[in-house]
Structure formats: structure tokens, C-alpha cells
């Protein structure tokens, strides 16, 4: 079981680390980096379903394993689909133009790297999916109807968020404008907020408190994980130096009245700090 599971690690460590080099190649070939992101949502979810999947000692699929891949093919499909399609009608991601103009010739090396960084970060998304998976306590119990649940939600309210973004965009009249109506009223990320929430999930469903299942407790690294590159690295931090670049202070305004990442009623006067939390 154990060189079963080593070589598994090996195998999925190789096709992320391969498919985000693709995502590389995609993206210089097109100029357009909107393609790395829906790639690497694909990758998360499919390599992760796949991992999920890897049969017993006994060479039986357990439901609970098709269960934590069907959420993550559920995942991987819905954020996957909405970049690429963002994406193939011209829209891009501000943090890479970022990164391109910070990083001028040295550009196309530093994002290689940069994406194999990815690809280490998908690897720990894709074992908690696996951990989840893995649980061998008897299915279904009442966490794996839980962490369904907060999948669902977790998916859904990301869905909302995107689709409220795009009508508001959509609008010519909200040109030079901040989106603050509905989930983005509450958040000024909910769409980041209910991807970590996903994530939560598949550590509700590996947790055993029992004791039973110790390697369960490893699933919390994914979370953990995003809460840190959406809130601290790669999520939050640029995007929001972006808007206020080309904002300015109707963004400021924002941000003293909008949460950053924790849902909450708008304020008009109290200060916001930099985890979302006001003061």
C-alpha cells in the first residue's frame, strides 16, 4: 500500500509539474495568461479526482472516493470553464501583466518557475483531495454529507460572485467603476472567499476524531494553503494594487467600507484591516 501510494505521489508531482510547463508554453504562445489559470483549475481538480480514485489495497472504489472526485471534478469544471471562456473573449489577468512589466526580460523564465510554484501548490490541493478520498471509515457519515454541502455552497456562491462581476462589467455605464453590489457588497473578494470555502470541504471529510484515520488531519493543509496565497501572496495583495492603480480613490472607498475577505455588512465609517476584519 504504501509503495502504491509513493508512486502515485511521484506520478501526480510529474503530471502537474508537465501540464503547468504546457500552461507556460500556452501562455506566451497566445500572450494571453488567463489560459494558465483555467489550465491549472483543470489540473487541480482532473489530477486530483484521478489521485482520489486510486483504488484500495483490496482494488475497490470506495463510494466516499467517487464522491470526493465527483466534487472535485465539479470544482475543476465550473472555474475551469468560466476562465477559459473570460479568457477566449479577451479578458486577462492584471497580475501577470504585473509580473511582465516588473520582471521585463527575465519574463519568460521567472514564469516557468513561477508556474512549477503552481504546480507544488496544486500538488498539496490534490492530496487533500486524496486524503478526503481515502478516509476508510464506513460511508456515507454525517461529514460527508457536510463536506458536500459546503462544496455545493462553496461553488455556487462562486459562481454568483463571477456572474454578478461580469453584468456589472458588462454595463457601459459602470465603466471606471467598483463593483459593489450584491457579493461584493459583503466582500471584496467573495469570489476568493468561497474558494477557500471549497477547499474546506475535503478537510471536513478527511477528519477523524476518532483517531482512526490520523493522515486525515494532513487534508487541512489545503485550506490552509489557500486562505495563505489568496489572502498574503497571489490573490488579495497584487489584484488590489492593481485596482487601486486604476481606481484610485472610488477603490479606497471601497476598502474602508467592504470587508476584504470575510463576508460582512458594508460600513461607511469603520476602518478595514488588511485581513478583512473591521476594526
Known sequence: ?????????????????????????VALWTGRSGWIDAI?????????????????AGGEVSPRQMLVAALALAWSL??????AIRTAHGGDDPRYRQLREEWGRAFKPRLFWF????ALAALVLA?????????AAPAPRLSDWLGSAVLIVAVIGEAIADRQLSTFRSDPGNKGKVCDVGLWGMSRHPNYFFEWLGW??????????????????LA?????????????????PPLEAHM??????????????VNAFWPGPASDAAAVSDDGVSR
Open 1 to 25: 500500500m504504501a509503495g502504491t501510494a509513493i508512486v502515485a505521489l511521484i506520478v501526480l508531482a510529474a503530471c502537474l509539474s508537465l501540464t503547468m510547463a504546457g500552461a507556460w508554453l
Open 40 to 56: 491549472w483549475s483543470f489540473a487541480t481538480g482532473g489530477f486530483g479526482a484521478a489521485a482520489a480514485l486510486v483504488p484500495f
Open 78 to 83: 465550473r472555474l475551469g470553464i468560466h476562465i
Open 115 to 118: 508556474l512549477q510554484i503552481q
Open 127 to 135: 492530496l487533500s483531495i486524496a486524503i478526503a478520498a481515502h478516509n
Open 200 to 217: 474546506l470541504a475535503y478537510a471536513v471529510i478527511a477528519l477523524d476524531f476518532s483517531g482512526a484515520y490520523p493522515w486525515g488531519w
Open 220 to 236: 487541512v493543509a489545503g485550506p490552509l494553503l489557500m486562505y495563505w496565497l489568496l489572502v498574503h501572496v497571489s490573490g488579495i
Open 244 to 257: 487601486l492603480r486604476s481606481r484610485g480613490e472610488a477603490f479606497r472607498d471601497y476598502q474602508q467600507r
